[in-house]
């Protein structure tokens, strides 16, 4: 089983639309990271959160840690096709960091 | 700033055949370097971590090893592939601290076992 549980596991939207995809676990985290991978490349990182309740906003994305800092949510506004990619989150905890298995997202124009 | 490097970007490799994929960090000093192994379509499995030279930390019990011969290279090695081998290898760096453990990942290595 994942440390981290992220759903959904694919997301298709057409561009303009809204989304929301969320990253839980029953383990508590110091930290949060989302990063977003295109085919054929490695992670790149997007946010860190940190403080329970925190909300981070980059541009159309806006990421929040649960109060528990057991489990976060990415928020995106207007979704363009550019933001298509595999969203993962990674939980950092005791020197230590794992990662969710990805939601796919596909924008289509 | 920091860069990190991996090579081969592809390699197709028969069954049986030894592997070494490498991996380098420019920029920074003692990181923490890591091996994942990612399947078509899904998360990032942790291999192998490395706080130091020489220091390696097994995630997985498979015949994979790995080596720190230098404090800024990172050596993925098999002696035999076999067919369960194949799929996308990421080298991941990251500072050491005990908080906050952000990594940044090279561009990957494509691995086909036939």
């Known amino acids: 089983t994942q440390l981290l549980e992220q759903s959904p596991q694919f997301l298709s939207i057409q561009e303009g639309e809204n989304l929301t995809v969320y990253c839980n676990s029953s383990s508590v985290f110091s930290s949060l990271q989302w990063y977003r991978q295109e085919p054929g490349e490695g992670p790149v990182l997007l946010v860190t959160?940190?403080?329970?309740?925190e909300v981070k906003k980059l541009k159309r994305l806006t990421f929040q840690f649960g109060d528990a800092r057991k489990d976060s949510s990415l928020h995106i506004t207007a979704a363009q096709p550019g933001d298509t990619g595999l969203y993962l989150c990674?939980?950092?905890?005791?020197?230590?960091?794992?990662f969710g298995a990805g939601t796919r997202l596909t924008v289509k124009p | 700033s920091q860069t990190i490097h991996q090579w081969p970007a592809t390699l197709v490799q028969p069954v049986g055949s030894p592997l070494s994929l490498e991996c380098t960090v420019e920029g920074t000093s003692n990181p923490n370097l890591y091996w994942y192994r990612q399947a078509a379509g899904r998360g990032l499995q942790l291999l192998f971590y490395?706080?130091?030279?020489?220091?390696i930390s097994s995630e997985v019990p498979q015949n994979l090893s790995a080596s720190r011969p230098q404090d800024r290279q990172f050596i993925l090695s098999s002696k035999k592939l076999l067919l369960s081998d194949s799929g996308f290898y990421l080298c991941a760096w990251s500072k050491g601290t005990r908080v906050i453990n952000e990594q940044f990942f090279g561009p990957g290595t494509r691995l086909t076992v036939l």
């Open positions: 490395s706080v130091g030279i020489g220091q």
């Open positions: 990674a939980g950092a905890r005791n020197n230590d960091m794992r």
């Open positions: 959160v940190v403080t329970g309740g």
